[in-house]
């Protein structure tokens, strides 16, 4: 079984800075695209950023482009969103998912439990 452990998350003034990281756990073959997604309360979840297993394609979303930059070290199974220039309207549960593959055939999505991120003075 795979586990995904988040970190990172907290209390952070508009402007101010947080890093999340996640780490992946187990017994698999390799990681695929990694990403972060966000819900707000209310809101559906949505794509904030991905990371394609090479690390160097990645996708964000436009409401974070030029704030956030997401990266990883394949060597230790884990992703990061390092998060810049943050508004109230980043407030939200912070979750990564990783796209495992087992065989050369067969993968399988996860989810982390969640981080919570909230930016308010």
């Known amino acids: 079984q795979v586990q995904l452990v988040e970190s990172g998350g907290g209390l952070v003034q508009p402007g101010g800075s947080l890093r999340l990281s996640c780490a992946a756990s187990?017994?698999?073959?390799?990681?695929?695209?990694m990403g972060w997604y966000r819900q707000a309360p209310g809101k559906q979840r949505e794509l904030v950023a991905t990371?394609?297993?090479?690390?160097?394609?990645?996708n964000y979303a436009d409401s974070v482009k030029g704030r956030f930059t997401i990266s990883r070290d394949n060597a230790k199974n884990t992703v990061y969103l390092q998060m810049n220039s943050l508004k109230p309207e980043d407030t939200a549960t912070y979750y990564c998912?990783?796209?495992?593959?087992?065989?050369?055939?067969?993968?399988?999505?996860?989810w982390g439990q969640g981080t919570q991120v909230t930016v308010s003075s």
């Open positions: 998912n990783a796209d495992i593959r087992y065989t050369r055939f067969f993968r399988r999505d996860y």
């Open positions: 187990g017994r698999f073959f390799s990681i695929d695209t």
């Open positions: 990371i394609m297993s090479g690390g160097d394609i990645t």
